[in-house]
């Protein structure tokens, strides 16, 4: 457009035209060619022509520099599992069934699996799959790098997942939609293909028994209602009974009698019951979390036996599930070594010793029975099925190693039951078992007695097993006896000692001074 400097506009003609061509060099760089032809009627005609060479910083601080081998574009496609005909395909994407629970164990062992094919004739290199769904991964899950994949090569690949504990909110089953990304390198160029699937997660109590293990991952012991419970009647036990009695068992008796106390009960779960869902090992069974039976004031073998061990981990008493067929139940590890248990425990075929450890297995189905009793049948059990190679146990430790604990969402306030109510009836219950291990023994000293004329050596070590079973005024009654007739220095050193126990110095003193 022009003017003649007089304000009126007149027209013209004007023409261009032009050809121009890139290069790339590498990643970084690029060489540009360009030509154009100008035509202005009237006025003038042009030829123009240039060169450049174009420089991308970014690109050669992503690549290394000039390094043309590094791969140069990633072009991002989305598909569906199949074969397009061209590139790397994921011909066939699977689940396996996958459990809140155990989202952790999901970090390193596969959630499903990618089956890949080369489309191409040349290799492919530098493979990677990863995974993601939105919501319930922070960050997406990259599969180990596949080296290279030969032309028309069919090729399987695990996918993992790194879950957040944000699973555990689901209370129903659901569908969620997955990402599945194949990134690969082909001549040089980096290519990658998404591919949106659908999978199914199930909700948070659900699991198989395809491995006796996974029910670890229900025993919560750090859960703030089962630590509250627990150690509640952990330090009332510790405070109404002897040190005579090995601690732990004398803990897990009282965590029994204490579940008693609350009022918890075995109930069959009428839709998923162990006896025959165990039998299945794909069918997904319902657990509860420890808080959760203590809520109900219920649950099946499987539910009892992972809170009482969640109540025994939480105050340092290591557990171990026992599976039997058709039932799952729970032993706990004694403080004393195996070489001391077979000292101190009358009945050793009750004690389960089993790779340089002692457990002692609990029915814990007859929670509402005496903690002896349990025992008892417990004990039972497994001798009867041990013999037949159909008893496994199962440390807990060990199990958490595969299946490690998670923490339930959200918070419960559990009461505890009647301090007073429940410290009677462990103490009946702890002096039937100290009457059930002295008796046989106190008759067997008994008759040494008579036997050897009243020798005092025997009655001495009737006084010093009721002394260690915390019996003090039995076995002080034992010692007097020996000095009415004797000057019997072990007796004599036992008397003072019990007066010791028993907080009467002076006492001690009067004793021992008096036998001088």
């Known amino acids: 457009y022009m003017t003649n400097g007089s304000g009126a506009g007149s027209g013209n003609l004007y023409l261009k035209a032009g050809l121009a061509a890139d290069y790339e060099v590498s990643p970084a760089a690029n060489i540009g060619v360009s030509a154009d032809y100008q035509y202005n009627h009237l006025l003038y005609s042009a030829l123009g022509f240039s060169i450049g060479v174009s420089i991308h910083p970014g690109k050669m601080a992503s690549t290394g520099g000039n390094n043309s081998s590094t791969p140069s574009l990633e072009l991002l496609e989305s598909l569906s599992p199949g074969v397009s005909g061209s590139g790397l395909d994921a011909k066939l994407i699977s689940f396996n069934q996958i459990f809140p629970v155990l989202f952790k164990y999901y970090d390193n062992s596969p959630v499903g699996r990618v089956t890949l094919y080369n489309n191409e004739s040349v290799p492919l290199t530098n493979v ?236 814990i189905t007859m ?43 959200g918070s419960a306030v559990i009461a505890a039951p009647d301090k007073a109510g429940l410290i009677n009836a462990f103490k009946i219950e702890l002096n039937r078992f100290i009457d059930r291990e002295l008796f046989p023994r106190v008759a067997e000293l008994e008759d040494k007695i008579n036997q050897s004329g009243k020798a005092p050596r025997y009655r001495n070590r009737l006084g010093v097993l009721y002394a260690r079973y915390g019996l003090n005024s039995k076995a002080a009654d034992q010692f007097e006896k020996i000095l009415e007739k004797v000057e019997y220095v072990p007796a004599l050193l036992n008397m003072g000692n019990i007066s010791f126990m028993n907080k009467e110095l002076n006492g001690a003193l009067v004793i021992i001074k008096g036998h001088l």
Not at 253 to 274: E, S, V
Not at 378 to 383: D, L, T, V
Request: hydrophobic share 40%; charged share 25%; net charge negative.
């Open 128 to 363: 990677t799959v990863s995974f993601f769904v939105d919501r319930y991964m922070d960050n997406p899950k990259q599969s180990p790098v596949i080296e290279r994949i030969e032309p028309k090569e069919i090729l399987d690949t695990d996918i993992f997942a790194l879950f957040s504990d944000s699973v555990l909110v689901i209370t129903e089953g659901t569908k969620v939609s997955a990402n599945v990304i194949v990134r690969y390198t082909e001549k040089g160029k980096q290519y990658a293909r998404k591919y949106a699937v659908s999978m199914d997660l199930y909700d948070r109590n659900a699991i198989t028994w395809d491995d006796n293990r996974k029910a670890a991952a229900f025993v919560t012991a750090k859960d703030p209602a089962v630590l509250e419970f627990a150690k509640n009647i952990s330090s009332w036990v510790k405070q109404a009974s002897s040190t005579a009695v090995d601690k732990n068992f004398r803990i897990a008796m009282g965590l029994h009698t204490g579940l008693k106390q609350y009022g918890l009960t075995y109930q069959i779960d009428p839709k998923t019951p162990f006896t025959e869902f165990s039998k299945d090992k794909l069918s997904v069974d319902f657990l509860q979390f420890p808080r959760q039976t203590l809520q109900y004031s219920s649950g099946d073998c499987d539910d009892l036996s992972i809170l009482y061990s969640a109540l025994l981990e939480s105050v340092g008493i290591e557990t171990a599930f026992i599976t039997v067929p058709g039932h799952i139940y729970l032993a706990f590890s004694p403080s004393a070594s195996p070489a001391d248990a077979r000292l101190t425990f009358l009945n050793q075929s009750d004690l389960i010793f089993l790779n340089d450890r002692v457990w002692i297995p609990v029915e």
């Open 367 to 409: 929670v509402q029975h005496s903690f002896l009793d349990a025992w008892a049948a417990g004990a039972k059990e497994w001798r009867e099925n041990v013999e037949k190679n159909q008893a496994h146990l199962y440390p807990m430790h060990d199990s958490w190693k595969e299946y490690r604990p998670v923490g339930l969402p």
